[in-house]
């Protein structure tokens, strides 16, 4: 297997972990999940998790390091930005009712 090959595998086999530290969820409101703007300073809700892991990979980048909130958020009200695209898939995402 030629190491391009091995890095790849084992980047698909790491699990997605957030941010260190207190984390604020920037993206829209997913019904009995969370709400938009919720900070933690310890644990992650496993269902909060488990959506940004295996359901809505867009959920990932819109849980921010509470230091980059004010930029992150105005990014996921501008066009154009990474951080707005994100938000609309996420907003998609929660619109389907799907926990």
């Excluded at 980047?11 to 938009?36: E, F, N």
């Excluded at 990979?57 to 951080?83: C, F, H, N, W």
């Excluded at 707005?84 to 907003?91: F, G, I, K, N």
Aim: hydrophobic content about 40%; proline content about 8%; aromatic content about 6%.
């Amino acid at each position: 297997m030629s190491k391009t090959t091995e890095n790849k595998t084992e980047q698909m086999q790491t699990p997605w972990l957030p941010p260190a530290g207190p984390v604020t969820y920037i993206g829209p409101d997913i019904p009995g999940v969370v709400v938009r703007m919720t900070s933690f300073t310890g644990v992650i809700p496993a269902k909060l998790l488990e959506i940004a892991r295996e359901k809505c990979k867009a959920v990932r980048q819109l849980i921010v390091p509470m230091d980059k909130i004010a930029i992150s958020e105005m990014a996921t009200r501008t066009e154009g930005m990474a951080l707005h695209t994100l938000y609309q898939t996420a907003a998609a995402f929660a619109a389907l009712g799907e926990e």
